[in-house]
């Protein structure tokens, strides 16, 4: 229930799209006007371009896109905007977001036109967005006990964050959405939920709330920041349940596929939340937003391959100056899965990326190939349907690293040798990571007809 309005919203707002994509195919509308710009924005910019969201300007009416004009038809001509790095004439993923030709000449012929208003009666409305979070209201907000000091002096940030919760009884929970305070700062989090056992547990807020990630032995820093029970013993944790990177929004998979068991007494544990260098001293104060959901009836399991995975990387990640080198990790399947989601992770150097399978019978099973690897999009890419790969199947993933001065993300001119660091330090900006990361059910007969779309209406 609670996502119907905004449901209605996307309902209403996809009619309107198509009544007037009846009554006049966009290739003809000759001198278009907002009437006819509004839906393309409403569909494919303000998800992000809205006041709390990601995009640094709101896009939601009609004077928002004309101070913006200019930039809109540039960033439409060169397919910078909508960012959807994966190759569509790859494989297709679910909130895909592409303009087609003909929304992106109208665009052009709109500026070019002088961004005429058009009647303002047959203009759709905005579509209305909650503030804080991109799906909708959340079931309940986790803060921070206290707000978390950046110092501006230039370098990486890695904290340990502990965010308490007490709910009124256990619950279920569909998924969790990191929402950054300095977005521009939150290079990547991963969050656990930790469950107590209420009787073990008076006081889930006593402890520290943070303190800098710089420890080998954890046990003891878990005990100063509260994070275990009352007697010492540790509770219940389940990794990756918090997840962001820069673009990410957490898949939403069918009622009973995947969700979280959440504990009265809970709370999120963020290891290693890294924050990218600050010019001045700031703070942050980004939440997690929960949604509750059913009793999982499948749990999804996850697997990575390259930096900190199963598989090794070859030849080794070292990424010689003025070099532009391909590294590519492999590993074979020991039994049925259908994969959902697929996620390639590189960071600044990164130039494109490939991945697929291969069965016994030498089938390829595409699953994602980017291009033109942008460190902004991390996206986890969800499949329409779960793709089955059979057991003694091996998964390549191919990453191609761009270390010279041509690229415009390096952090280095001249460029130097870039390797993978070590622990919790591999994760700096300035360091690299080849990682492929998919997550999938055992296969069940039948789930090559699971429509994982089924959510994505949800998905503004
Ligand atoms: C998934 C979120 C997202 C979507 C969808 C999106 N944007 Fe953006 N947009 C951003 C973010 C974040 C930035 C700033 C970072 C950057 O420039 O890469 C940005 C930057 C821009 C800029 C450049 C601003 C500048 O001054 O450099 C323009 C123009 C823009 N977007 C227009 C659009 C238009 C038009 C659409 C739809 C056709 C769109 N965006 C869709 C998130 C998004």
Redesign the pocket.
Known sequence: MRFSLLFISITLLALCVRCSHNQETPATVEHPSFVNIAP??YK??????RPG?????S?LTYSD?KK?AK??K???QSR?????PADVNYTHFIGE?R?SDE?IAM?KSWVDGGCEQGDVSKTPQAPTYYTGSFFGKPDTVIRMARAVPIRGNGTDHFYLIKMPMELAHDTFVRYFEFVPDK?KLAHHINGHLVNYVDSKKKNVHDGIPYTLDEYKDYKEVFQKMGVLHDDGSFPTLTPNTVYYL??Y?PPLYPDGIGGYRMNKKSAILMKSIHYGPSPVDVTDSSVVNVFFGPKPKRLIQETQLGTFGVSKIEPELILQPNQIQTFHTQATLNTDISVLSVNPHMHLLGKSFLAYAITPQQDTIRLVRIPKW?F??QYYYTFEHPVKIPAGSTVYAFATFDNTDKNPFNPFHPPRVVTQGEGVRSMQTTEEMFQFIFSYLPYQKGDELMDLSGNAAKHP
Do not use: Q
């Not at 494919?44 to 371009?49: A, E, K, L, M, V």
């Not at 969201?53 to 300007?57: H, I, L, R």
């Open positions: 393309i924005l494919n910019c303000t998800p992000c371009h969201e990601s995009g640094p300007f896009l896109a913006n930039k809109i540039f960033v439409t910078y905007m909508p960012p959807w977001r303009l929304d665009i977005r820069p673009g929004a942008d902004r999009w």
